[in-house]
């Protein structure tokens, strides 16, 4: 799988878009290479991460910076992009602000308006070691997931454990150690 977040800045802008269709992509949304795979047969899955239903509640997990989009950015070019019929998969870390009721709602509709081809993957916060992260783990997950599958959404979101579990990766990591960027 390639991090675009790192990828991004070892790779200049003038490298073939078939370099990036190779592996999956994980981004937090990297404004100058997320429009160029739009059209684009490639990647297998994209892993976008939007870990709240807000700019607020995304920034919690997401660090501010003039090269990652906006939760209202991310939305958009994820709606264009799915409508090529790649895969994509929302990745969203369920701390106590992102997993109320009014974020479960948002995320509903959000489903509703996307392509079949969009599903919501949450997990856990994972355990990052000397993170002081501005937010917790949730105690309601299995609620919130309930309730976003209320409806029609039920085969589009699922729960996974934690990945930074299994693969030494952590979503809250970012964040920990960008704490000074923005």
């Known amino acids: 799988t390639i991090l675009l977040s790192e990828f991004v800045v070892k790779t200049p802008l003038s490298t073939p878009i078939f370099q990036l269709c190779k592996s999956p992509v994980t981004t937090v949304g990297i404004k100058g290479m997320l429009p160029r795979l739009i059209g684009q047969a490639c990647p297998d899955v994209l892993y ?15 660090p501010s ?14 709606r264009e992009y799915a409508q090529g019929g790649q895969r994509v998969v929302i990745n969203y870390v369920a701390t106590a602000a992102n997993t109320t009721a009014a974020s ?14 969009v599903e919501l993957r949450v997990f856990d916060l994972n355990p990052v070691r000397d993170a002081k992260l501005p937010c917790r783990a949730s105690p309601n997950v299995t609620a919130f997931i309930l309730s ?35």
């Open 65 to 78: 910076h003039p090269e990652v989009m906006d939760y209202t950015e991310v939305i958009r070019f994820l």
């Open 48 to 62: 976008v991460s939007l870990h709240g239903s807000s700019d607020a509640e995304r920034g919690l997990l997401v």
């Open 148 to 182: 976003i599958q209320a409806g029609d959404q039920v085969g589009r979101v699922r729960y996974s454990k934690p990945v930074g579990q299994t693969h030494d990766l952590a979503c809250g990591q970012m964040r920990a150690d960008g704490q000074h960027v923005g």
């Open 104 to 117: 479960a709602e948002r995320l509903r509709g959000l489903l509703e308006t996307l392509p079949e081809n």
